[in-house]
């Protein structure tokens, strides 16, 4: 089992910044990629950013440029810092962690944060 504990989430102003934090436990030696989704009213969770083991990452296109994931090892703890924030931003966002293949890339979940942009 991972246990995911996210912070971070706010109301924030077209422009500005946050950094959302999350922090794993338990069996993290299991986890081969954690990243973060985000889903609005309406829509569907779609990933934002994601962070390999290896330090390699990925990110939507629309986030490109403004959002930088990168983790702390010693910590367990993923970041997300959230730059030239837009109203389409806003949403809950969730922290994941995903087993590596050995370990049946099973998926875990934050309870999500929220993150609301206004314009």
């Known amino acids: 089992q991972v246990q995911l504990v996210e912070s971070g989430g706010g109301l924030v102003q077209a422009g500005g910044s946050l950094r959302l934090s999350c922090a794993a436990s338990?069996?993290?030696?299991?986890?081969?990629?954690m990243g973060w989704y985000r889903q609005a009213p309406g829509s569907q969770r779609e990933l934002v950013a994601s962070i390999y083991n290896s330090g390699s990452t990925n990110y939507a296109d629309s986030v490109k440029g403004r959002f930088t994931i990168s983790k702390d090892g010693a910590k367990n703890t993923v970041y997300l810092q959230m730059n030239s924030l837009k109203s389409e931003d806003t949403g809950v966002y969730y922290c994941?962690?995903?087993?590596?293949?050995?370990?049946?890339?099973?998926?875990?979940w934050g309870q999500g944060t929220q993150v609301t942009v206004s314009s």
């Open positions: 338990g069996s993290t030696f299991r986890i081969g990629t």
């Open positions: 994941n962690s995903r087993t590596a293949p050995i370990y049946g890339r099973r998926d875990y």
